[in-house]
């Protein structure tokens, strides 16, 4: 078996076996983004919209990013290149204060419009495939795939506003939500509150958007890719060989001298979780 038959870096091409033709989707274009949202509303629950009605203050949060809906469609006057219309849907979580010691934890819904243009090629050709069932034949347009890829965002800021008619620049108007967005709450949102309090979330979302269609490629090979590592059964009922493999804790019995502000995406998402 020829050495490179793992996955990994390549030092010796003189291990190819063979040039292969195999069936894949190619990125034509991809861009990534850092958006910092700001004033996106939040619509809450019928059960966070009884404990928000008594909220003093707002405290940070968490929000998990629960789905996002794309739409591709060619740009009229440049060939080639399409517009990718996204909507992220977030459950946003956030710790309310209503004059009691202890805070409250209520969630709701914020939905975050954006879009970017990327090339993707030109194609006419129609696919089909043997196992699909014919059930009604419709026009076709070959579009380029959309894929976005993205991590849950972070909760930067919170506020409360009286006025009726304020709005957040990053709003989404929210109209209709899809049934399997509502869901993923508790109990139903609450789209058009009574009262003049509405509440704002300010996010911070790292995404990254791609443009894909199916292609042939012609590409080296080595050999079959076959497992090298054994699976591991292991006992998941044994609660004190998991603790063995847990290290010690020395940092929480030992406080650091100084804190420093965090400068990567997970310590910025536990350290606004928790401020």
């Known amino acids: 078996m020829p050495e490179n038959g793992m996955p990994g870096p390549v030092c010796d ?42 909220a003093q203050i707002i405290k940070g949060g968490c929000a998990e990013l629960l789905y996002v809906y794309t739409d591709v469609e060619p740009i ?34 914020c ?23 014919l059930e009604n034949i419709a026009p076709q347009r070959s ?21 009726e008619s304020s709005s957040g620049t990053g709003e989404g108007s929210v109209s209709e939500i899809p049934a399997a967005i ?39 090979a080595y050999d079959y890719c076959i497992p090298q590592s054994e699976c591991s059964g292991g006992d998941p009922e044994d609660p004190c060989g998991l603790f063995k493999n847990v290290c010690f804790p020395m940092s929480e019995f030992f406080p650091p001298n100084t804190v420093e502000m965090p400068k990567d995406y997970n310590g910025t998402r536990s350290y606004c979780a928790c401020h």
């Not at 849907?89 to 010691?101: A, D, E, K, M």
């Not at 976005?148 to 972070?154: C, G, L």
């Open 76 to 109: 009229t006057f440049n060939r080639g290149f399409y517009s990718i219309d996204m909507r992220f849907f977030y459950r946003v979580t956030l710790q309310v204060g209503t004059g009691t010691p202890r805070s409250t934890e209520v969630e709701g819904l």
């Open 143 to 163: 579009l380029p795939a959309a894929v976005v890829e993205a991590v849950d965002p972070i909760v930067l800021d919170t506020r409360i506003t009286e006025d």
């Open 111 to 133: 939905v975050f419009d954006k879009r970017c243009i990327l090339f993707g090629s030109e194609g006419s050709a129609k696919t089909f495939s043997s196992g699909t069932a």
């Open 182 to 220: 509502a869901a993923a709450f508790a109990s139903p949102l609450v789209l058009d509150p009574t009262g003049n309090r509405r509440y704002y979330v300010t996010l911070g979302q790292f995404s990254l958007v791609r443009l894909e269609r199916d292609t042939q490629l012609l590409i080296p």
């Open 13 to 54: 091409l003189s291990s190819v076996r063979e040039s292969v033709c195999i069936h894949t989707k190619k990125i034509f274009d991809s861009c990534r983004d850092k958006d910092c949202v700001e004033s996106l509303r939040f619509y809450p629950t019928q059960a966070a919209q009884e404990v928000l009605s008594t």
